[in-house]
Nanobody, 125 residues
Framework: QVQLVESGGGLVQAGGSLRLSCVVS????????MGWFRQAPGKEREFVAA????????NYAGAVEDRFTISKDNAKNTVTLQMNSLKPEDTAVYYC??????????????????WGKGTLVTVSS
């Protein structure tokens, strides 16, 4: 059974940075495309960033492009989301998700096979 555990969330002031990590166990990270999604209170879950199983392809939501960077270390079974220049509107629970199909990593993530429990990011103004 593949398990994903996120960490790194917290409270930060606008303009600050946070680094989220997602550790994958029970499976081999190189077999999966990975994504980060987020859900703000009262809003639908939304796509943030994606990375292919080999790490050669990435994709970002327009709202975070040029501020967030997704990366993966297959040897450490870890996916990271570096978030810079944070804004109050980035406040949300951030989820890590995995799927064997890179094309599944988008939208609300309804086709993703595995999910973590999330980590809360709060950006104060």
């Amino acid at each position: 059974q593949v398990q994903l555990v996120e960490s790194g969330g917290g409270l930060v002031q606008a303009g600050g940075s946070l680094r989220l990590s997602c550790v994958v166990s029970g499976g081999t990270l190189r077999s999966y495309a990975m994504g980060w999604f987020r859900q703000a209170p009262g809003k639908e879950r939304e796509f943030v960033a994606a990375i292919s199983w080999g790490g050669s392809r990435t994709n970002y939501a327009g709202a975070v492009e040029d501020r967030f960077t997704i990366s993966k270390d297959n040897a450490k079974n870890t996916v990271t989301l570096q978030m810079n220049s944070l804004k109050p509107e980035d406040t949300a629970v951030y989820y890590c998700a995995a799927d064997r199909d890179y094309t599944s990593v988008g939208g609300t993530g309804h086709r993703m096979d595995y999910w973590g429990k999330g980590t809360l990011v709060t950006v104060s103004s």
